[in-house]
Every structure is written in C-alpha cells, then in structure tokens.
C-alpha cells in the first residue's frame, strides 16, 4: 500500500495513523525496546529520515534497561 493513499484513507474513516518512528518511540516509552539500536538498524536500510529528527527522537527517550 502507498503510505499517503493509506494515510489518507486511514483519515477518511476516522481512523488514527502513526509512523514508523512513532511506533519505536511507543515501544521505547513501554520499556519493550532500545530505541537507539532499533534506529541504527532501520537507518541501515533505505529509511529515510533527517539526522535533526533523529536527534530529536533521541534527545527524548531514556534508554531501555
């Protein structure tokens, strides 16, 4: 599915989205992942995002124990 047809679609029907980034900072939130680690992984990939948004992301969240 085309994220923006989804997204907008989603909209539509009242339906809330969220991101990839946002679900990683939720489970981050929860303590159920290292945020730091699961970011290096996805930027390893074709993920695109800027480096202002990751250090936003970063700046925070408290590391998973």
Known sequence: IDDAAGRSAAS???IATTGTLGVLIAGARAGHIDL???LEK???TNFRVSES????VL???RPAS
Not at 53 to 56: D, H, P, T
């Open 36 to 38: 730091r680690a699961c």
């Open 59 to 61: 700046s925070g969240i």
């Open 12 to 14: 539509r029907m009242g």
């Open 42 to 44: 996805l930027l390893s």
């Open 53 to 56: 948004l990751i250090a936003k």
